[in-house]
């Protein structure tokens, strides 16, 4: 059990209690990000459903095993937002760079790129789409999807090598429109009465499992929605929350889960992850610094265009956001909104020499946290954020006597 959840003492822990019969119906997983949460998930949900007869083994070649470990079981529901694009385009990477070089680890290359275009996939299960305004046109495009990653699946042989790489890079593609236009920042309601209704009928495969990921990025009504079904889930359901802002989940759903927590992964631990995993025996950083280097507009144009942003903000100058929207890939995928937001809210420390400075700086980085929570949890346009943004931050430099100039 766990084999794939690397340099985390939570496996154990589950282990233990599984073996003992005491995992609860409703769980929490926290811990930062990149800390293996949803592989735990995923890993749980597998074992919850095993029909053979050692479930300790990731090798296990039961039916319901080999269809959790390709993500195609019809027993799991995985919802809430995620930004999947870097992840496919680095699994992507391995997987082409070993199909080159016909490497030992070619399964398992392969298996990480189909997996991680159904991590997002899986969010669109038609379930919870049931009512959906866009349903037909997010059928059509996971239909395209799905018909693609056929070519790629196993049991089928490998396509050749050079129809393999356009095939990659169309499921690339696709899946970028997909998340985009798409991929909710915030689960609605209506997915949340979906997945209820679809926990109350019984399974004929096992135990059914509901994952939600990013658990704090709810709004009040879907909150008070999904405690309904905490307080009395059904006995053949487990749910799994996860979050990497555990101060942030609603304190009634805290109260109705146990949590398991997920340490914060040393560099040279997640190093090792970045070799195991994506086979770069090069990368010096973090996880998710190996992730930025995928993303379309780099981390270091983001902070730049961040930079220029505030310079225009500090010095009394409205800043063209539909232009900086644009230099910035329109923020596609969300992460590099983070990143911009995040390098506004570092310059702020030179303002905490003076309690002045701490007030200024308190209450940027509350605005700069508004900005963000209006994207991602009431999808608000990124255009529309950043202009209030610039609203907010210029009252804040007049009211404490343009002091946010010492930022720069």
């Known amino acids: 059990m766990f084999e794939n959840l690397v340099s985390q003492k ?3 822990l589950l282990i233990k209690d599984i073996k003992n019969g005491i995992l609860p119906p409703a769980i929490l997983f ?15 949900a597998r074992i919850q459903s095993c029909t053979g007869e050692n479930k300790a083994s990731w090798g296990c070649d039961c039916p319901s095993c080999m269809r959790h470990k390709a993500l195609t079981c019809t027993n799991m529901i995985l919802m809430g937002p995620r930004d999947c694009a870097l992840e496919i385009s680095a699994a992507k990477d391995t997987f082409i760079k070993a199909y080159r070089d016909n490497t030992p680890y070619l399964t398992a290359a392969r298996y990480l790129f189909l997996r ?3 991590k997002l996939t899986l969010r669109f ?3 919870l789409l049931q009512g959906d305004k866009d349903l037909s046109k997010i059928g059509a495009l996971i ?3 799905n018909d693609d990653l056929e070519l790629l699946d196993f049991p089928r042989p490998l396509i050749p090598f050079d129809e393999a790489v356009k095939l990659c890079e169309s499921l690339e593609s696709k899946a970028r429109d997909l998340e985009r236009d798409f991929l909710y920042d915030s689960i609605p309601i209506n997915q949340i009465r979906n997945m209820e209704d679809w926990a109350y009928v019984k399974s004929e495969e096992g135990k059914k499992t509901i ?3 990013n658990a704090e990025r709810m709004l009040p009504g879907v909150r008070n929605a999904l405690l309904k079904i905490l307080e009395e889930p059904p006995a053949d359901c487990q749910f799994i929350l996860i979050t990497s802002k555990k101060n942030a989940v609603m304190q009634t759903i805290l109260s109705r889960v146990r949590n398991y927590n997920f340490s914060s992964r040393t560099l040279e631990q997640q190093q090792n992850v970045i070799k195991g995993i994506y086979r770069n025996e090069y990368f010096n950083g973090k996880i998710g610094e190996y992730l930025e280097t995928f993303l379309p507009v ?3 144009k983001l902070k730049e265009e961040a930079q220029n942003y505030y310079s225009q903000i500090v010095r009394g100058s ?3 956001t539909s232009e900086i929207v644009k230099n910035c890939g329109k923020f596609e995928p969300r992460l590099s909104l983070k990143i911009f937001l995040n390098h506004i809210s570092t310059m702020q420390k030179p303002l905490l020499k003076s309690q002045n400075g701490c007030e200024a700086a308190l209450e940027s980085l509350q605005k700069i946290k508004t900005a963000w929570e209006n994207v991602t949890m009431y999808n608000q346009s990124v255009n529309s954020a950043l202009e209030i943004l610039v609203r907010d931050l210029s009252k804040i430099n007049i009211t404490y006597g343009r002091i946010l100039c010492e930022a720069m």
Do not use: F
């Open 318 to 320: 409205i800043p063209q």
């Open 116 to 118: 991680s275009i159904r």
């Open 211 to 213: 994952i939600i990921e």
């Open 143 to 145: 239909q395209d999807i």
């Open 125 to 127: 299960n038609g379930i």
């Open 10 to 12: 939570t496996g154990k």
């Open 30 to 44: 926290s811990g930062e990000e990149y800390s293996g949460k949803l592989t735990a998930a995923l890993e749980l």
């Open 298 to 300: 780099p981390a270091a």
